[in-house]
């Protein structure tokens, strides 16, 4: 078979070849839904290997036999085969569609170079950004990277350097890897933050990520037409960057600091990194930072629907195809799934270490805790709520504590809560010192004063029984004690107002002899 139709032969293979390969991948993720980010990115490389594997077996086998390959057709197409070779013999084996052969290799063509040459147009922007308007970090963060590189065993040279082009953090080049840090990340994030996301880009040249992602480029180039393709890639880097996002956590070992620097990072950038650069904003930041925060969520576990109907259609064109491939009178028995799903060769999950199985507990105990938020009925926070919530400690039973005490409280106003130490029984007590409808400003102020219900009891105690959450606060700010109000009645000063006692300490008349 000539070279031009066996590449056509090999593009309309790959509809159902891709197409079975992405739906065998969607049930590998699905099962491993509760594994590691690992063992699902290398299902996910696995999946991408074999789709270029299938296509090169599949052109090398129409172009030296001139026949396609049966053996590997799933069962309904190859039923398809079987059944218009034995209606059709004497047909010649390209069939009536090898017509449309080479015009339909052309477009092809067209599609590769124009993906081509947006390829070409990103690696020069990456070399851009390596080469230009960069200098040298300070010598004590040159010394903090390289202790970093060292805690992830990177033997080879890895260098550090300030651009005044890139917007976030990014890893350029293979042979002599390039960590580029925008200025302003130096001024912007605090020095645990930058060392966390120093170690994601480092953990970036520890995996080899850049030469996988060239791979990634190079067959959603070849098989741009295919959604299938795509939506592997995708599965690649969202699953890259939880890999990283685990070993950066690892090294710096602390979670919330890694996640705030991620979210500063995102209101800092004002542009996106180009592909060919492997960099800490890549796939989305909510699902990252819930992932880190222990959310029960795994992404790219299934694809989305538009997806699903690209692939179907994918099957539905091969299969019309099909109709005009070489006569077969024999029937030949299908590959079985099973063979495919076993030459992925993902390999088997690691027993994990015991710092691991310290991290596992640690997500465990976390999604737990992020569970009992939501059963609580706040869902759909934002990273800074959720970050803040976990940070300062806010939990199931801090929150049904304070609404057993008549508080429904917004995420903002439970931290707050919580920083200022308003408990529950803090409010129950103002309650049966008499203070009613207590607002959360009122439950803040009054703590942030001092005014505890032991105080406000003494006060009332002095015939103050009426008081208000303003007088309160008002007679804490101007230092008016039970003391105070004592004093001034031992001298002959009875049944004065809340404003005349406030008066009297303001102007110091207790203090002054010759009026007493």
Same mark, same amino acid.
């Given at each position: 078979?000539?070279?031009?139709?066996?590449?056509?032969?090999?593009?309309?293979?790959?509809?159902?070849?891709?197409?079975?390969?992405?739906?065998?991948?969607?049930?590998?993720?699905?099962?491993?839904?509760?594994?590691?980010?690992?063992?699902?990115?290398?299902?996910?490389?696995?999946?991408?290997?074999?789709?270029?594997?299938? #296509?090169?077996?599949?052109?090398?086998?129409?172009?030296?036999?001139?026949?396609?390959?049966?053996?590997?057709?799933?069962?309904?197409?190859?039923?398809?085969?079987?059944?218009? #070779?034995?209606?059709?013999?004497?047909?010649?084996?390209?069939?009536?569609?090898?017509?449309?052969?080479?015009?339909?290799?052309?477009?092809?063509?067209?599609?590769?170079?124009?993906?081509?040459?947006?390829?070409?147009?990103?690696?020069?922007?990456?070399?851009?950004?390596?080469?230009?308007?960069?200098?040298?970090?300070?010598?004590?963060?040159?010394?903090?990277?390289?202790?970093?590189?060292?805690?992830?065993?990177?033997?080879?040279?890895?260098?550090?350097?300030?651009? #005044?082009?890139?917007?976030?953090?990014?890893?350029?080049?293979?042979?002599?890897?390039?960590?580029?840090?925008?200025?302003?990340?130096?001024?912007?994030?605090?020095?645990?933050?930058?060392?966390?996301?120093?170690?994601?880009?480092?953990?970036?040249?520890?995996?080899?990520?850049?030469?996988?992602?060239?791979?990634?480029?190079?067959?959603?180039?070849?098989?741009?037409?295919?959604?299938?393709?795509?939506?592997?890639?995708?599965?690649?880097?969202?699953?890259?960057?939880?890999?990283?996002?685990?070993?950066?956590?690892?090294?710096?070992?602390?979670?919330?600091?890694?996640?705030?620097?991620?979210?500063?990072?995102?209101?800092?950038?004002?542009?996106?990194?180009?592909?060919?650069?492997?960099?800490?904003?890549?796939?989305?930041?909510?699902?990252?930072?819930?992932?880190?925060?222990?959310?029960?969520?795994?992404?790219?576990?299934?694809?989305?629907?538009?997806?699903?109907?690209?692939?179907?259609?994918?099957?539905?064109?091969?299969?019309?195809?099909?109709?005009?491939?070489?006569?077969?009178?024999?029937?030949?028995?299908?590959?079985?799934?099973?063979?495919?799903?076993?030459?992925?060769?993902?390999?088997?999950?690691?027993?994990?270490?015991?710092?691991?199985?310290?991290?596992?507990?640690?997500?465990?105990?976390?999604?737990?805790?992020?569970?009992?938020?939501?059963?609580?009925?706040?869902?759909?926070?934002?990273?800074?709520?959720?970050?803040?919530?976990?940070?300062?400690?806010?939990?199931?039973?801090?929150?049904?504590?304070?609404?057993?005490?008549?508080?429904?409280?917004?995420?903002?106003?439970?931290?707050?809560?919580?920083?200022?130490?308003?408990?529950?029984?803090?409010?129950?007590?103002?309650?049966?010192?008499?203070?009613?409808?207590?607002?959360?400003?009122?439950?803040?102020?009054?703590?942030?004063?001092?005014?505890?219900?032991?105080?406000?009891?003494?006060?009332?105690?002095?015939?103050?029984?009426?008081?208000?959450?303003?007088?309160?606060?008002?007679?804490?700010?101007?230092?008016?004690?039970?003391?105070?109000?004592?004093?001034?009645?031992?001298?002959?000063?009875?049944?004065?107002?809340?404003?005349?006692?406030?008066?009297?300490?303001?102007?110091?008349?207790?203090?002054?002899?010759?009026?007493?």
């Amino acid at each position: 078979m000539s070279p031009i139709n066996a590449l056509g032969w090999t593009l309309l293979h790959f509809l159902w070849q891709g197409a079975l390969i992405a739906v065998l991948l969607a049930g590998a993720l699905a099962f491993l839904r509760h594994a590691g980010s690992r063992i699902r990115y290398a299902a996910s490389c696995a999946a991408m290997v074999l789709m270029l594997v299938c #296509a090169a077996a599949t052109f090398l086998e129409l172009k030296f036999t001139g026949t396609p390959p049966h053996h590997s057709v799933p069962a309904p197409v190859n039923l398809v085969l079987s059944t218009e #070779a034995s209606k059709t013999e004497g047909v010649s084996s390209a069939g009536p569609a090898a017509g449309y052969l080479p015009a339909l290799v052309w477009a092809w063509f067209g599609g590769v170079l124009a993906l081509s040459i947006r390829s070409i147009g990103g690696w020069a922007v990456v070399e851009r950004f390596a080469r230009r308007r960069t200098w040298p970090a300070e010598a004590v963060w040159d010394e903090r990277f390289a202790a970093l590189a060292k805690r992830l065993s990177i033997s080879r040279p890895v260098r550090l350097s300030v651009s #005044a082009l890139a917007q976030v953090p990014a890893v350029v080049g293979w042979m002599r890897p390039i960590v580029l840090v925008p200025a302003g990340v130096f001024t912007g994030l605090t020095a645990e933050q930058i060392e966390a996301l120093l170690a994601h880009e480092l953990a970036h040249v520890r995996r080899h990520d850049y030469l996988v992602n060239l791979l990634q480029t190079a067959a959603e180039t070849l098989f741009f037409y295919h959604p299938a393709v795509w939506w592997v890639n995708r599965n690649i880097r969202s699953e890259r960057e939880n890999c990283c996002d685990d070993l950066a956590v690892e090294v710096c070992g602390n979670t919330l600091a890694y996640v705030r620097a991620l979210t500063e990072l995102e209101q800092m950038r004002s542009r996106g990194t180009p592909r060919l650069a492997m960099a800490a904003d890549g796939g989305s930041l909510l699902s990252r930072v819930e992932r880190l925060l222990g959310m029960n969520r795994t992404a790219g576990t299934a694809p989305s629907g538009l997806l699903a109907i690209g692939i179907a259609a994918c099957l539905l064109v091969a299969g019309i195809a099909a109709n005009g491939l070489a006569q077969r009178t024999e029937r030949v028995e299908p590959m079985p799934a099973a063979s495919l799903a076993q030459q992925s060769g993902a390999p088997a999950s690691p027993r994990p270490s015991p710092p691991a199985q310290k991290r596992a507990e640690e997500k465990k105990d976390s999604r737990g805790w992020l569970d009992e938020i939501q059963s609580e009925g706040y869902r759909n926070l934002s990273v800074d709520q959720l970050i803040a919530l976990k940070i300062h400690g806010v939990d199931g039973e801090y929150i049904r504590q304070l609404r057993a005490a008549g508080q429904q409280l917004t995420p903002d106003q439970l931290v707050a809560f919580r920083i200022h130490g308003v408990t529950a029984e803090f409010v129950n007590e103002l309650r049966q010192a008499g203070l009613k409808d207590l607002k959360p400003d009122h439950l803040i102020a009054l703590r942030i004063h001092g005014a505890e219900p032991a105080w406000i009891r003494q006060i009332q105690a002095l015939g103050y029984p009426n008081l208000s959450v303003d007088n309160i606060v008002a007679l804490r700010i101007h230092g008016v004690t039970p003391d105070f109000i004592s004093e001034a009645r031992k001298h002959g000063l009875k049944d004065l107002s809340l404003d005349q006692l406030i008066q009297l300490k303001q102007l110091g008349i207790l203090k002054t002899p010759e009026i007493i």
